[in-house]
Each structure stands twice: as structure tokens, then as C-alpha cells.
């Protein structure tokens, strides 16, 4: 499902939009975009896999809109990195949320991010942001790396007073947890020639 943007006018800004974004060889460094069409088309390319279900695939597209839209006006990426973090909530729910626990309870997103680390075997090997660029995210995941993802995600939705600078990447890698959280289904479906669901609950 594509974020369906093209009907937005990126008027010049007058000045480049600077953001902290990992790089080769710099995970913290800054990366910079001169018009808003190269701004939209970076975006536009971190789009998770099409065979990922259709509902997961809304909420990360509402995340890239608003990135997009951060071009007009830098606060909106705020509330893009809050959509990304609900898009990835949703897809560890589905493909972790009956793996431990109590059977159809909706599981803490701290709890199901540790998961993706002790349970299902992820490490920063497995990330491409961070094979890209070098660094580590895991750290972020398990909670030992301050704020950790789950904290960001709190603070974000209750009103953090201090969140005004982005956070460099997130995006992307919540990008690369997503694809990592469906890697068997989407092999799966890659095989078969299975078409994106429309709910969850596949496995």
C-alpha cells in the first residue's frame, strides 16, 4: 500500500531540511535535503514490503505521510515518529502477541519489543539500517540504551515535555523491525504467491 502523497505541493522552504539520519559509516550523522521532492522520494523508498498485511501497511504509510509533510512544517515528523511506533506496536502484537503470556491478551510493547530480541533471535545483524550504517539498536529494544523505543513510545503519547528533536532514523528502522517481525510470513507468501491479508492473525 503506498502512502498516496503525489497530490501535495512541496513549496520550496527557502532553506534545506536537516535532520539527524544514519549514514555509511555515521550512525549519528545528519543528512540533508534540498527540495521537497528529494525529501518525498527518500521517504517514499522506506515503504515496508507489499506481502506485510494491508491494516499494518496503513498505519506505517500514515507514518511516511507525515514525514513527508515534515517538509512544510519540521514539527509534524513528531507525529510521524508516533505513527511509526503505532504501526510497529500493531505488527509485534500480531506476529508475537500469542507466543507468551495469557492467550488474547494484548501484550505490553516493551514486553513484545524485548521479544523480538530473546524470542525470536533478533540481533543488530539482522537490521539493515545498522549493517548500512554501523551502530546498534538492539540496546533500544531490550530497554539497556536510554530512552529505550518502549520509553520514546510513552513519552511521545503522554506529552513528553522534552521531545523536540527527532529521533535520527527512527523511521527506517522501524521499517527494518517490521520486516523483520514478518520475515517468515513474507517468505512464506513470496512462495505461494499469497496476496497481503486484510487482518490480522495470519502466522
Not at 510521524?80 to 506476529?95: I, K
Request: glycine share 12%; net charge neutral.
Amino acid at each position: 500500500m503506498d502512502a498516496d502523497i503525489s497530490f501535495l505541493s512541496l513549496t520550496p522552504r527557502g532553506v534545506p531540511l536537516v535532520l539527524p539520519w544514519p549514514s555509511p559509516g555515521l550512525p549519528g550523522g545528519f543528512m540533508q535535503f534540498e527540495t521537497g521532492e528529494s525529501w518525498r522520494g527518500f521517504v517514499m523508498d522506506l515503504a515496508i514490503d507489499p506481502l506485510i498485511p494491508l491494516i499494518v501497511q496503513a498505519k506505517f504509510a500514515r507514518a511516511q505521510k507525515l514525514y513527508v509533510l515534515a517538509w512544510l512544517e519540521n514539527d509534524l515528523i513528531k507525529a510521524g515518529e508516533l505513527a511509526a511506533l503505532v504501526a510497529l506496536e500493531l505488527a509485534l502484537n500480531d506476529r508475537y502477541g500469542q507466543r507468551f503470556g495469557k492467550p488474547g491478551k494484548r501484550k505490553n510493547f516493551a514486553d513484545l519489543l524485548k521479544y523480538m530480541v530473546v524470542g525470536d533471535g533478533l540481533s543488530d545483524a539482522a537490521i539493515p539500517m545498522i549493517v548500512r550504517c554501523g551502530g546498534t539498536a538492539v540496546g533500544l529494544l531490550l530497554g539497556e540504551r536510554k530512552p529505550s523505543l518502549a520509553a520514546i513510545r510513552n513519552g511521545m503519547a503522554h506529552g513528553d515535555p522534552f521531545d523536540a528533536l527527532p529521533y535520527g532514523g527512527l523511521l527506517e528502522l522501524v521499517r527494518d523491525l517490521i520486516g523483520y517481525a514478518y520475515r517468515d510470513y513474507i517468505a512464506e507468501g513470496c512462495a505461494t504467491g499469497t496476496p497481503s491479508m486484510t487482518s490480522l492473525g495470519a502466522t
